[in-house]
């Protein structure tokens, strides 16, 4: 996230000692992108963050295709995915090629006996539905209903449930993730024209360092498998922080629409991207304000991407039969578009309560058994 942020104590200048009270060292840690050419922060442990007592077996969690290669409208029910009480178990991955995975995710119970690192890939966790409290090294970030949580690639954390109801839609990104280049001045400001900006951002709060030693289990994904790790302290040690490289939160709710006199294309509702890929969000909203304007979409051919999207809430313009939580996948080389009747009805209405997130990828998507596991095999007939 394109700002600095800082919790805690720092030294006035960085490399420099910074003692304890009992006059040993804190332990600096320097957590950087891109080699040393990106944003970064620097971090001040009361422990080296090095201490490791044993390594485990590790396990494979690869997703399984069942598709490869895909010409068919889809959809997938993922409330029929059944809950599970371990957050890591709960993920199933659903679509996924090179540049990112897309699960979900159910979990009913908080992550209490160890803690989580995604050594390759940002995640961006959507919360359908539940609210709790995501803990890091860098504070806590309180979320809700409606809350993206953008967590940069190897930042160990826990996610703290405060009930057994929640759903997640959960993006691994094996680029980083950012806010659209167009939203920001060459200083990393948003601009005016921006439909979010600095203010909306949940930044981490309320530093707290655990200075605790024992055995302390941090399960690391990396290349698709889980490292159990057998850390000597706790992993949250930190006396303070500061720099650009952190997680943050962001609520679809305060993504401010975009609309016009005519129908808008869907990058006006963009919200991140990533390498080959952008997620977009779509909110309640005016319609279009012209005369003769046609507020449902027009038919689509997307010859360069696949879409997904994932209903939310609310009553769609163009489709018919939407639940909660489904997701639908229109891949490139075959039109997509507004179900029969639906482009009538929408003429005269004046507004829309839809809430959606879009997920453009710019190279095909391979469907795993877990998603044909909850897939509505009539949808592609629904356009008839």
Known sequence: MPQYHKLGSI??????????PDDTLYQEELVSTEGFSSIYSLVYHTHPPTRVKEIGEPWDVSPKAAIQKNLQCRSFLTFNTAPADDFLKSRKVLLFNNDLYIAAAAPKKS????????????EVIFVHEGSGT???????IDFEYGDYIVIPRGTIYQ???AGENNRLMITESFSPIRPPKRYLNTYGQFL???PYCERDIKLPHSLETFDLEGDFKVLIKKQDMIFPYTYANHPFDAIGWDGYQY??????HNYEPIT?????????HQTFEGHNFVICSFVPRMYDYHPQSIPAPYAHSNVDSDEILYYVDGEFMSRKHVERGMISLHPKGIPHGPHPGTVEKSIGQKETKELAV????????????DAMKVEDPGYYKTWI
């Open 134 to 140: 995501f803990k890091s090294i860098y504070g806590k």
């Open 260 to 268: 016009g006199r005519v129908h808008m294309p869907p990058p006006i």
């Open 11 to 20: 030294p006035s200048k960085r490399h420099t000692q910074f003692r304890k």
């Open 159 to 161: 996610l703290d449930f």
């Open 192 to 194: 005016e024209h921006s």
């Open 247 to 252: 997680p943050y939160g962001f609520s679809i």
């Open 111 to 122: 992550m209490t006996d160890y803690f989580y690192k995604n050594a390759d890939a940002d």
């Open 358 to 369: 879009m997920i453009d990828p710019f190279y095909p998507l391979q469907i795993t058994e």
